[in-house]
């Protein structure tokens, strides 16, 4: 068992990186499907010897995991508060998704979700009502605040592509 728990979590990590909560979840789950009858102090020794297993190894780091998604966060166009929320989700410590997630740069992030949907500076109809408020619910449903919304939406269209061109070489 503990050699399939070994090659399941190298197998895992060489796929995509993983936080330790993924890791431990993903081989639990497949312990019960592949060993009948196996004990629930079982899949938690063998779900804990993956864990510990990847960490000897250097496969497993949920630091650089929660860095690494913040900045795709950004450079999709996701709020500060969306990205510290998936991490959390995805079992990252508080402190830790909080600390990756104040790298973020809402405005910018704002700027991508503009362009990725085509509002604000990016608007290629007229605003009227429904559009505004239509423009105003996503970014809010988006994680970001009053004031980005409001400055992103004000902004013109030279405006918001210099910024994007200065996001110091981040391109979404």
């Known amino acids: 068992m503990l050699s399939w728990a070994r090659n399941s979590t190298i197998y ?16 639990a789950r497949k312990a019960r499907e592949k060993f ?3 004990s629930d102090g079982q899949v938690r020794a063998l779900a804990d010897f993956a864990v510990k297993f990847a960490y000897d190894n250097k496969a ?5 995991y929660a860095e690494a998604a913040s900045r795709s966060g950004m450079r999709s166009g996701r709020s500060r508060r969306a990205v510290a929320r998936k991490l959390s989700q995805k079992g990252i410590a508080g402190d830790t998704a909080t600390a990756a997630a104040a790298e ?4 910018l992030a704002a700027l991508v979700l503009a362009r990725k949907r085509a ?5 290629k109809v007229e605003l ?39 996001g110091g070489g981040f391109m979404a």
């Open 119 to 123: 509002f604000g500076p990016f608007r």
């Open 12 to 27: 895992r990590i060489e796929r995509r990186m993983h936080t330790e909560r993924q890791l431990f979840d993903a081989i």
């Open 128 to 166: 009227d009502e429904k559009r505004k408020a239509k423009e105003f619910s996503a970014f809010t449903r988006g994680g970001f605040g009053f004031d980005v919304t409001r400055q992103v939406l004000s902004m013109s269209r030279d405006e918001a592509e210099e910024r994007l061109g200065a």
């Open 104 to 107: 973020i740069d809402d405005l």
């Open 36 to 38: 009948e009858g196996i």
């Open 60 to 64: 497993l780091d949920d630091k650089a």
